[in-house]
């Protein structure tokens, strides 16, 4: 069975760091791009970041640019989303999702239909 199961949320003063995780099961990891994607109480959910099966092409929102950082460990078929100076307005419930292929395309990767299989979510609360 495909999986991916986000974790490392949890809350943190404006200012602060966490790095959240995607573990992936049951399909070859190493051949997808792994989307971020993040949706607050009565918004849509918004792409955050994505990154390609080699790690070497990711896109990022302007809203998180220069902020937060996706990396990837196929040997641990685990991707990191490791997100500083947060902002309340960083608060959402983050998932990640499978890209539909290796390499997302620029002005796609963002939108949730790209994707075939999503993570539980796990909530990032920013608030002093």
């Known amino acids: 069975e495909v999986q991916l199961q986000a974790s490392g949320g949890g809350l943190v003063q404006p200012g602060g760091s966490l790095r959240l995780s995607c573990a992936a099961s049951g399909f070859s990891f190493a051949g997808y791009a792994v989307g971020w994607f993040r949706q607050a109480p009565g918004k849509g959910r918004e792409g955050v970041s994505c990154i390609s099966s080699s790690g070497g092409r990711n896109f990022y929102s302007a809203s998180v640019k220069g902020r937060f950082t996706v990396s990837r460990e196929d040997a641990e078929d685990t991707v990191y989303l490791q997100m500083n100076s947060l902002k309340p307005e960083d608060t959402a419930t983050y998932y990640c999702?499978?890209?539909?292929?290796?390499?997302?395309?620029?002005?796609?990767?963002?939108?949730?239909?790209?994707?075939?299989?999503w993570g539980q979510g796990t909530q990032v609360t920013v608030s002093s």
């Open positions: 999702a499978r890209y539909l292929g290796s390499h997302p395309i620029a002005g796609l990767w963002a939108t949730p239909s790209q994707y075939d299989t």
